[in-house]
């Protein structure tokens, strides 16, 4: 049981009652008196809306909430997990830490019975990065400030403390130069990092600045855990979508600095073109191809409210098999291989003709030359609730099936236009795999079906629409080895697609 906490706000400028004017699921809550409470949830990012009337409760969860853009502008609701921050690789001998540079093998202060690959002097373990970092002003490294002296004298006194500020205030400025070169040349050297001799274009901040009217609200297009995406015009007209992370979110720049490095491998239709990228300012910006039709769990979750007309049976597979053949690329045509880790609805873009773009490479990892002959890699669990992989969850076993996992996902979304996760569903229905899994197992598939693409749909259809469930059945399968891979997956669209249109064409 959920218990209203104060502050509660029965007024009706509280969010909670602009989520319920806009939520046609609530709207039986309009004839009653409201009160509500607003406040954050479990992470320092994650927000939750509570409704209190007569004694009943309910609530959304959202992350990166800002209660003063309009509900449009809101993003998707969701949770936050937060995993404990990964410790130094252990090790037993020096040849153990080759792949961390600037580590050496020591022994564990925490645990003197291990050794682990600890940052060598003026450099401390980042474990978001999993890098040792050059030490700066702020990251915990000690630090023996310059002082310069001061000579006493009864003769100039004014005209020696008036050349002691002057150089006071040189030598900080030199030191805030120095220290954002620093920082400038850090950031490149991540970007270039198994870059395979590509780079991306190098925007100033001056030009990102002026092209999204300096990062104004009425051009955030959405937020994540990352940070926040703008849209932007160039000078020469085109028209561009700029992610930058959070001030002080150490995590978010890292990921957007990974993004680059991902996109810089990459060139698929159906993969967000990266356009380049600005390092000159505080954080890092990701410069891309603006594609303009939302994403698709707008399309699928929010279509009545941002009068979209709902996705026939067809687009959706378009859809389906566009995203798998990005995501097959991903794993099987770059090099090195890649793992989106973050494969979910609202990290799918429509473009204006609804043709799929997968965007979002944040949580992307790159398999390295050494892990190419492993069956998975070991990696903290990075990924969005309802869409992830239990086997990674529980053993940090990361392979491209934990994205045939995620996918199996977006395909029950597909055929269902239910949400991964929704709160408003009863308790044991709130995880869309846990409901579905006991829908297949009752062949009630049918049931659940969206009736937009159900009601009026041929014998063909409905067929097809029975062979996707299947597909995505055997996408969540439990044991990962059991699932196909990403390559049979589009394939086996491509067929389903090739029935459909087949039979069209004679009909």
Known sequence: MLHLQVPINCSVNCPCHTYIDNTPS???????????????????????????????????????????????????????????APPEPLCKTPLDCRELPFSKCLTNPANSAQKRCLCKKGRYWDPATGYCQKCRHGTGCKYHK???PVIGSSVGVLVLLALTGFLVYRQRQYVKKSARKTLIKEREEILNANSGGKSAKIFTGKELKKATIDFSRENL????????????????????????AKPGNAKGTAQVLNEVRILCQVNHRNLVRLLGCCVDLDQPLLVYEYVPNGTLFDHLHKSEIRNRTPLRWLRRLLIAHQTAGGLAYLHSSAVPPIYHRDVKTSNILLDENLDAKVSDFGLSRLVGLSERDCTYIHTSAQGTLGYLDPEYYLNLQLTDRSD?????????????????IDFNREEENVNLVVYMKRIFDEERLMNVIDPVIKDGASEVELETMKAIGDLAAACLDERRQNRPSMKEVADEIECVISILTGDASKG
């Open 146 to 148: 310059n002082q310069t």
């Open 221 to 244: 297009l959405g937020s994540g855990g990352f940070g926040e995406v703008f849209k932007g015009i160039l000078d020469d007209g085109i028209a561009i979508a700029v992610k930058r």
């Open 404 to 420: 045939v996992y995620s996918f199996g996902v977006v395909l029950l979304e597909l055929l269902t236009s239910k949400k991964a």
């Open 26 to 84: 609530a709207a039986a809550c309009k004839r009653e008196n409201l009160c509500c409470s607003f406040r954050t949830g479990g992470s320092p990012n994650a927000y939750i809306i509570r409704v209190h009337v007569n004694g009943c409760m309910g609530y959304q969860s959202y992350v990166n909430f800002d209660p003063n853009l309009p509900f449009p502008k809101w993003p998707a609701p969701g949770l936050e997990l937060m995993w404990t």
